[in-house]
C-alpha cells in the first residue's frame, strides 16, 4: 500500500474509536511510518477486537480505492447505525464513506435475543403466532440494514427507477469499493427539507418539491416494488431548482 492510503485509512478510522481523543495525535505523529495493514491496526487500541475487524474492513477498501485522494470531511453526519465522512478520489469524484460502528451488528443481535427470552411467557396465549411472525420480520431486516453491501444493491435498483428528467436523484453507490460494514457512495449536495422550509419558498417551489417528494415515494413503491421506510424530512436534501435528492437506503423493504 502507499502512504497515503492507510493516511485516509487512519483519518476515518480515529473517529470511529471512543477513544478516537487520546489516540489521534499518537497515530498522526506515527502514520508517515505506516507501511501495511498490521502496522496500521498498532496505531489503535489494541483490545479493540471489533476495532480491528472494522479496520480490515477499511484498508481493503482503501487499498482497492487506487485513486483516492488525501481528502477526509472533519465534521463526519452520526447517524444511527455509524458515522458519513466526505472523500474526494484523485479523479475529482467526491464520495460519501458510510462505516458502521464496530460491533454494532452483533450488540443488536444480542439485543434481539434478549427480548426474544422476555417474550417466551407469550408463547402461550392466542396472539404468539402473529407476534413471533412480527419479530421474524423486524429481525430480518435489521439483518438487512448492517449489511451495507444490501443497502448498495438497493441503491443501483432505486436509482434504475429515475431519470434525469425527474429531477429525482439517488446516490450512485460503488460496490468495488464496499464491504459489509462501509459503504462507498456518490457524495450529493443539497440542503435538508427543513433548511429549505426555513428559507420561505414560494408555494410554486413548495408544490414542485413536493411533486417530486411524491413522485419518488410511488415510483419506488409500485415501479420498484420497493417500501422506502425512512422517508422523512432529514433523508429528503432539496437541490437548486427544486430538484430532490433521497439518501440513507439502509431500511427499505422489498414488496
Known sequence: ATREQPRVAVAI???????ARRLRQRAHARVAHVRTRGQLAHLHEPAAEAHHGLE????????????????????????RLGQVHRARLQTGVDVAVKIQYPDIARAIQDDVRNFFGLLLPSRLSKDWE?????????????????????EAATLERARSLFRESDGIQIPRPFPHLSTQRVLTMEFVEGQPLSEFLMQNPTQTQRNAVARRIVRAFFRMWCAGRLAYVDFHPGNVLVQEDQRIALIDFGMVLPL
Open 13 to 19: 478510522a480515529d473517529r470511529h474509536d471512543a477513544d
Open 130 to 150: 402473529y407476534l413471533k411472525c412480527q419479530m421474524d420480520e423486524t429481525c430480518s431486516q435489521l439483518r438487512r440494514e448492517t449489511d451495507y453491501l444490501v
Open 56 to 79: 480490515r474492513q477499511l484498508c481493503f477498501v482503501v487499498r482497492r480505492m487506487q485513486s483516492v485522494g488525501d481528502q477526509s470531511d472533519a465534521h463526519p453526519i452520526q447517524m
